[in-house]
């Protein structure tokens, strides 16, 4: 079955950086675009970044667009999410996201941004 596993989210200070890892299984991961979501509690959740099934299209929330990176490696399964010049309002859980025929989640990770 489809998995999505986030992993790499705690707790930094503002202006530091963090990289989310979302390891995937049960699909054929190159046929997939990937993308980072993140919900703050009473919001929905909000498109972060998307890539493409093999990396050449990326797109941002202008909320993150030069601080933010979106990388995939098709042989490892996995999508990345670098966040650099980490503020305070990012602070929200972040869900990886696998749309293939149907459209799949990962459970999130938490990411703070305090100090």
């Known amino acids: 079955q489809v998995q999505l596993v986030e992993s790499g989210g705690g707790l930094v200070q503002p202006g530091g950086s963090l990289r989310l890892s979302c390891a995937a299984s049960g699909f054929t991961f190159s046929n997939a675009v990937m993308s980072w979501y993140r919900r703050t509690p009473g919001k929905e959740r909000d498109l972060v970044a998307v890539?493409?099934?093999?990396?050449?299209?990326?797109n941002y929330a202008d909320s993150v667009k030069g601080r933010f990176t979106i990388s995939r490696d098709n042989a490892k399964n996995t999508v990345y999410l670098q966040m650099n010049s980490l503020k305070p309002e990012d602070t929200a859980v972040y869900y990886c996201?696998?749309?293939?025929?149907?459209?799949?989640w990962g459970q999130g990770t938490q990411v703070t941004v305090s100090s």
């Open positions: 996201n696998a749309r293939i025929l149907a459209t799949y």
């Open positions: 890539i493409s099934s093999f990396g050449g299209s990326k």
